[in-house]
């Protein structure tokens, strides 16, 4: 692994990280803008991206909008929005092929950035409102999407098990928002959700690529244009360790042959921590990859469970397990995931799971630097948790992890909830 090391910034309000760099041939542009998970605002919020990717100030019909990105030589350009701890994010991402490959009059770069700040900043409106049409088509696209979610009875279960684990944190909101509240907005109440978001969101701007801070600095001052915005504050980590005093168990009846049992835990480890390598091997372990205890004790060798695995949220401090299983066999399936969890607790834990755990992580590792993108997820994870910690230094603790240090880990888990999706009751 090479170190390449993003050099830090701000300008106009906005965090510039800039990883100057001739390995890839295209320039990747990442902006981050996260405010914090909110019932009042999580729908809006989501829906923005969805409208300002219809079109800009100087292209406002969508097609025009594409064929701009067809002019910049087949720019990439796309969003997604998630929620690492309890911030709402949403990342605009474009990938520009590299100056020197192509005979451009004006940098390809600097015409992104013209791109990707009219698109944030300059968005088609209709007096003072977003164009009706766009906000129309865009809040069914939205709402498709959550619909897509109870459909899919694998992701309806993931979430179903968050929000009843998280019934009282801002955790529990999907990050796509609520099909409840679509409907109220307006292009104009969404207009001024628009502005409130621009002025107040947490922006970090990334840039991996044959460029300079500098060059970066100046293409942001011409075309973000955000004026006297306050510098962005840091991400504040409002994480407190929570002691569970008993399981609760959620059932809940839908028309579905294959029941889905969802388990949430809690644990005090945070990407923050040092023990996060631990926490790391303790998922994978647990139930992060094909080898581990739940996928061959729970799938194989008791043929109790469709899948079984887990999954780890450093920047939440959860983890949770996701099985599909026959209905009747409910009772047993709980049994044996809790016996895992045991089996972790007292430290069982062979030097096999521990030496292919490590193979597993160490390959994600050594991949982050094949990809600009995943360099630049990388470091903004370093933005939200302020921990400065190189993927070598991660990968380093990883290694120096043995069954002794995951079980420390183990200790720190607890079972908080239990939901079981289930069939409709026998009349």
């Known amino acids: 692994m090479t170190n390449h090391v993003f050099q830090h910034g701000n300008v106009g309000g906005i965090r510039i990280h800039v ?4 390995t890839f041939k295209t320039y990747a542009i990442s902006l981050y803008a996260g405010v914090p998970l909110a019932e009042e605002t999580v729908t809006p919020t989501a829906l923005i991206p969805f409208v300002l990717r219809r079109g800009t100030a100087s292209y406002p019909e969508t097609t025009q909008f594409r064929e701009r990105l067809e002019e910049l030589y087949g720019a990439g350009f ?7 701890g309890d911030y709402q994010i949403i990342q605009f991402r474009m990938d520009t092929i590299n100056d020197s490959f192509v005979q451009s009059k004006e940098s390809l770069l600097s015409q992104s950035f013209a791109f990707l700040g009219e698109v944030i900043t300059q968005p088609v409106l209709e007096g003072d409102s977003f164009r009706a049409s766009y906000v129309g088509t865009e809040r069914e696209t939205v709402r498709k999407k959550l619909e897509a979610i109870v459909n899919d009875k694998i992701r309806y279960a993931a979430e179903r098990c968050i929000e009843e684990m998280c019934r009282e944190e801002p955790y529990r909101l999907h990050p796509l928002g609520q ?12 207009h001024r959700s628009y502005r409130s978001w621009l002025e107040g969101a947490i922006l970090d701007l990334y840039v991996v690529g044959d460029t300079t801070p500098e060059e970066v600095e100046k293409l942001v001052e011409r075309h973000f244009g955000l004026g006297s915005r306050a510098v962005s504050v840091p991400y504040q980590s409002r994480f407190s360790p929570r002691t569970v005093t008993d399981v609760r168990t959620v059932e809940e009846r839908m028309d579905v042959g294959q029941g ?31 080898h581990s205890k739940l996928f061959v004790n729970v799938r194989e ?13 450093g920047h939440k401090g959860i983890a949770t397990i996701q099985s599909g299983i026959e209905i009747q066999n409910y009772g047993k ?33 050594s991949e982050i630097q094949d990809s600009a993108f995943e360099m630049i997820a990388f470091d903004f994870n370093r933005q939200l948790s302020g921990k400065d910690r190189t993927a070598e230094e991660l990968l380093s603790q990883v290694e120096a992890s043995g069954a002794e240090e995951v079980k420390r880990a183990a200790a720190t888990v ?5 939901y079981f999706l289930t069939g409709q009751k026998e009349e």
């Open 78 to 84: 796309g969003f997604d929005v998630y929620k690492r």
């Open 260 to 290: 889905k049992l969802n388990m949430g835990l809690r644990t005090s480890i945070t990407y923050k921590d040092d023990a996060y390598a631990h926490a790391l091997m303790y998922n994978g372990i647990l139930g992060g990859y094909p």
């Open 179 to 190: 099909r409840a509240d679509l409907d109220a907005i307006t292009p104009e109440s969404l």
């Open 19 to 22: 990883l100057p760099t001739k």
């Open 414 to 418: 607890q079972l908080d909830t239990i």
């Open 333 to 365: 399936a709980v049994d044996i995931i809790r016996k895992q969890l045991d089996e972790m607790k007292k430290g069982n834990i062979s030097d096999l799971e521990l030496n292919q755990t490590k193979a597993m992580i160490r390959n994600l590792l």
């Open 301 to 313: 060798k008791e043929s109790l469970a469709y899948y079984a695995s887990s999954r780890y949220d």
